[in-house]
Protein backbone atom coordinates (compact mmCIF):
# COMPACT_ATOMS: atom_id res chain seq x y z
CA UNK A 1 0.00 0.00 0.00
CA UNK A 2 1.40 3.59 -1.04
CA UNK A 3 -0.29 6.79 0.72
CA UNK A 4 0.04 9.79 -1.27
CA UNK A 5 -0.23 13.49 0.38
CA UNK A 6 0.38 16.36 -2.11
CA UNK A 7 0.82 20.12 -0.57
CA UNK A 8 2.21 23.26 -2.59
CA UNK A 9 -1.23 24.44 -4.29
CA UNK A 10 -2.67 28.20 -3.67
CA UNK A 11 -3.60 30.69 -5.91
CA UNK A 12 -1.14 32.28 -8.46
CA UNK A 13 -1.67 34.95 -10.86
CA UNK A 14 -1.14 34.28 -14.81
CA UNK A 15 2.50 34.24 -15.71
CA UNK A 16 3.57 32.97 -11.67
CA UNK A 17 4.98 29.95 -10.57
CA UNK A 18 3.90 27.21 -8.19
CA UNK A 19 5.85 23.89 -7.18
CA UNK A 20 3.63 20.86 -6.16
CA UNK A 21 5.08 18.00 -4.07
CA UNK A 22 4.08 14.63 -3.50
CA UNK A 23 5.02 12.37 -0.45
CA UNK A 24 5.01 8.89 -0.38
CA UNK A 25 5.13 6.73 2.63
CA UNK A 26 4.19 2.94 2.87
CA UNK A 27 6.20 1.74 0.10
CA UNK A 28 9.16 3.31 -2.18
CA UNK A 29 7.85 4.85 -4.96
CA UNK A 30 11.19 3.54 -7.10
CA UNK A 31 9.42 1.03 -8.61
CA UNK A 32 6.37 3.27 -9.68
CA UNK A 33 5.76 5.37 -12.50
CA UNK A 34 4.80 8.50 -10.98
CA UNK A 35 1.64 11.08 -12.66
CA UNK A 36 0.26 14.01 -12.13
CA UNK A 37 -3.33 14.87 -13.19
CA UNK A 38 -5.82 17.43 -12.80
CA UNK A 39 -9.45 18.25 -12.53
CA UNK A 40 -11.24 21.33 -13.20
CA UNK A 41 -14.86 21.97 -12.11
CA UNK A 42 -17.31 20.33 -13.91
CA UNK A 43 -14.77 18.80 -16.46
CA UNK A 44 -13.04 15.17 -16.59
CA UNK A 45 -9.84 14.29 -14.90
CA UNK A 46 -6.95 14.80 -17.27
CA UNK A 47 -2.88 14.01 -17.44
CA UNK A 48 -0.42 16.18 -17.01
CA UNK A 49 2.58 14.75 -16.73
CA UNK A 50 4.47 11.18 -15.78
CA UNK A 51 8.02 10.52 -14.17
CA UNK A 52 9.00 6.68 -15.51
CA UNK A 53 10.90 4.70 -12.78
CA UNK A 54 12.69 2.38 -15.22
CA UNK A 55 14.09 4.85 -17.69
CA UNK A 56 13.85 8.12 -16.15
CA UNK A 57 12.34 9.69 -19.15
CA UNK A 58 9.06 11.77 -18.88
CA UNK A 59 5.99 12.51 -20.66
CA UNK A 60 3.82 15.60 -21.01
CA UNK A 61 0.74 16.39 -22.02
CA UNK A 62 0.93 19.14 -24.80
CA UNK A 63 -0.62 21.96 -22.86
CA UNK A 64 1.90 22.24 -20.67
CA UNK A 65 5.17 21.36 -22.56
CA UNK A 66 7.72 23.77 -21.87
CA UNK A 67 6.04 25.14 -18.76
CA UNK A 68 5.80 22.20 -16.32
CA UNK A 69 8.47 20.08 -14.90
CA UNK A 70 7.93 16.98 -12.98
CA UNK A 71 10.54 15.77 -11.06
CA UNK A 72 11.47 12.69 -8.48
CA UNK A 73 13.51 12.16 -5.27
CA UNK A 74 13.55 8.42 -4.79
CA UNK A 75 15.85 8.49 -1.96
CA UNK A 76 13.45 11.05 -0.10
CA UNK A 77 9.97 9.06 -2.18
CA UNK A 78 8.53 11.91 -3.28
CA UNK A 79 7.61 13.41 -7.05
CA UNK A 80 7.46 17.20 -7.75
CA UNK A 81 5.79 19.31 -10.42
CA UNK A 82 7.28 22.59 -11.32
CA UNK A 83 4.88 24.90 -12.95
CA UNK A 84 5.82 28.37 -14.80
CA UNK A 85 3.92 30.64 -16.49
CA UNK A 86 0.97 29.76 -15.61
CA UNK A 87 -2.52 30.44 -17.02
CA UNK A 88 -6.16 30.52 -15.79
CA UNK A 89 -6.79 27.68 -17.63
CA UNK A 90 -4.47 25.54 -15.08
CA UNK A 91 -7.01 26.22 -12.62
CA UNK A 92 -7.94 22.52 -11.21
CA UNK A 93 -7.50 20.01 -8.61
CA UNK A 94 -3.94 18.52 -9.02
CA UNK A 95 -3.51 15.07 -8.11
CA UNK A 96 -0.10 13.08 -7.79
CA UNK A 97 -0.66 9.05 -8.43
CA UNK A 98 1.40 6.04 -8.69
CA UNK A 99 1.10 2.92 -11.23
CA UNK A 100 3.03 -0.54 -12.30
CA UNK A 101 2.36 0.88 -16.04
CA UNK A 102 3.71 3.54 -17.97
CA UNK A 103 0.10 5.18 -19.28
CA UNK A 104 -1.39 8.47 -18.98
CA UNK A 105 -5.15 7.13 -18.18
CA UNK A 106 -6.45 7.59 -15.17
CA UNK A 107 -7.66 4.22 -14.27
CA UNK A 108 -4.06 2.77 -14.90
CA UNK A 109 -3.22 4.18 -11.87
CA UNK A 110 -3.02 2.33 -8.39
CA UNK A 111 -2.44 4.97 -5.25
CA UNK A 112 -3.95 8.82 -5.43
CA UNK A 113 -2.96 11.81 -3.47
CA UNK A 114 -5.99 13.63 -2.10
CA UNK A 115 -5.23 16.39 -4.66
CA UNK A 116 -4.55 20.07 -4.02
CA UNK A 117 -5.73 23.17 -5.75
CA UNK A 118 -4.19 25.41 -7.92
CA UNK A 119 -6.36 28.23 -8.57
CA UNK A 120 -4.09 30.85 -11.14
CA UNK A 121 -6.24 34.49 -11.29
CA UNK A 122 -5.78 36.51 -14.76
Known amino acids: QVQLVESGGGLVQAGGSLRLSCAAS????????MGWFRQAPEKEREFVAVSMWSSGSTYYTDSVKGRFTISRDNAKNTVSLQMINLKPEDTAVYYC???????????????WGQGTQVTVSS
Open 97 to 111: AASPYVSTTSTDYRY
Open 26 to 33: GRTLSSYN
